[in-house]
């Protein structure tokens, strides 16, 4: 196995990044940057202290004043928001509805991005998932995957997780939303959902979460890294 590698993971939501992104990280001892937290985790800031969404300023302030951390147990990434974790609350439906609008902002994005491949220049190895991270975090990453899916089963995928962390919500609630963000994220002007050149790209709808790394691994060793 190569002493250092890096494994970047793009698609839409609710496709499975984090849980192919978690169990690859568990099976190679690797950090795991859930990058998606970071953005949610600043739209929860923004919501408790009332800044407006849609003015590009206030939400960069916000992000200066807050703290947010990544930390990993063995439950996976835990996230914290000035100290507090967060986990539960970044996946309630407003702070959902939140994400698409400071994610768009360029400056933010960039300002997220350079935090960002601070914490993969620490690591030796990293499973790091989320938007514009083959193409702006990790460019050379050893292996890109971008994982798609049909968007009913997405929808059913997030429905469940959802309704595991106590959210009340309906699976109809669920598709719409996953439509509407993907026609946000393909739409934004900063960093916009493509498919890198050179990733390697992974249908999920028909596969287990255990078959989906198998096929992962298939590749890794094609490419010599593990």
Known sequence: ???????????????GKGTLAVALAKKFNALYVY???????????????????????????????SSIELKVDETGTRVYLNGKEVSNEIFLPEVSNAVPIVATFKKIRKKMVLEQKKIVRRSNRTV?????IATDVVPHADLKIY???????????????????????????VLKDTEKRDKMDM????????????????DTTNLTIDETVDRVMDKLREKGIV
Request: with cysteine; charged share 30%.
């Open 187 to 202: 739409e934004r002007e900063a960093s916009p959902l493509i498919v890198p050149k050179d990733a390697y790209v992974l």
């Open 128 to 132: 790091i998932e989320g938007r514009d």
């Open 35 to 65: 990058t998606g937290g970071m953005y949610r985790a600043l739209a929860l800031a923004c919501l408790e202290e009332g800044v407006s969404l849609h003015n590009e300023e206030k939400v960069l302030d916000a992000l200066s004043k």
């Open 147 to 173: 994982l798609t899916a049909d968007v009913r089963v997405r929808a059913e995928r997030r429905y469940k997780q959802l309704t595991k962390r106590g959210i009340k919500t309906t699976f109809e609630e």
């Open 1 to 15: 196995m190569a002493k250092n590698f890096s494994i970047a993971i793009d698609g839409p939501v609710g496709v």
